[in-house]
């Protein structure tokens, strides 16, 4: 009954490779979130979705594309893969606009070796 | 940059005792929440709090809000050791679509 899944939990990888973190909500909300949280605890938006439509896109490297094949749906894929992408990365979703409640999925561990 | 600053950084107390975080923010909000983050997990949603309101309870927070300040602190009350975790605040700027997080206070609540 998890209102809010990411797989998966750890990602362990080489510097180079390319990987996907599947997100998904059962919550039936319409905007989903990729938040990105460093060592220092600090959490940033990455990208939001409305309705499957790209609303929020701040400032990421273009290595990072989010998909949302609908709007339960919210994966993040990263190509060639940095020392720096190695955070945690929580999907969110909520209702329209972000103005309200946000849900967090348990987050995916990344570590980039 | 961070909209939210929030202090202290960490706070150990005991068990019984209250908590109290304050978080500042720069510019005008629609409203500003609070969330927990117990270690390893994700967020979780303790409250909102909307521009145009001075204070909000629920359960053993108490939340308040001064726009003039632009400052809002969290209260918990009666802190029992399951409360350790990090508590950040968010804000949803004037017009804005999306949350902009502080910085977090690590608490740690001694039995």
């Known amino acids: 009954d998890t209102a809010v899944s990411q797989t998966p939990k750890y990602l362990v990888t080489q510097m180079g490779n390319d990987k996907s973190i599947k997100c998904e909500q059962n919550?039936?909300?319409?905007?989903m979130y990729w938040y990105k949280q460093d060592s220092k605890k600090f959490l940033k938006i990455m990208f939001s979705?409305?309705?499957?439509?790209?609303?929020i896109n701040e400032t990421v490297p273009n290595r990072f594309s989010p998909k949302s094949p609908d709007k339960a749906h919210l994966n993040l894929h990263i190509n060639s893969l940095e020392l720096g992408d190695s955070a945690v990365y929580f999907c969110?979703?909520?209702?329209?606009?972000?103005?309200?409640?946000?849900?967090f999925g348990p987050g995916t561990r990344l570590l980039v070796l | 940059s961070q909209q939210g600053e929030e202090d202290p950084q960490a706070l150990s107390i005991q068990e019984g005792e209250n908590a109290t975080m304050n978080c500042s923010y720069k510019?005008?909000?629609?409203?500003l929440q609070w969330y927990r983050q117990n270690s390893g997990r994700g967020l979780v949603h303790l409250i909102l709090?909307?521009?145009?309101?001075r204070e909000k309870h629920s359960g053993r927070l108490r939340v308040t809000l001064d726009t003039s300040k632009k400052s809002s602190s969290l209260l918990i009350t009666a802190s029992r050791a399951a409360d350790t975790a990090s508590y950040f605040c968010?804000?949803?700027?004037?017009?804005?679509?999306?949350?902009?997080f502080g910085a977090g206070t690590i608490l740690r609540v001694k039995s």
């Open positions: 969110a979703s909520g209702t329209t606009g972000g103005a309200q409640t946000q849900y």
């Open positions: 919550l039936g909300h319409d905007t």
């Open positions: 979705y409305n309705n499957k439509e790209l609303i």
């Open positions: 510019t005008s909000i629609n409203n």
């Open positions: 709090i909307r521009s145009n309101e």
């Open positions: 968010a804000t949803v700027m004037e017009y804005g679509n999306k949350l902009v």
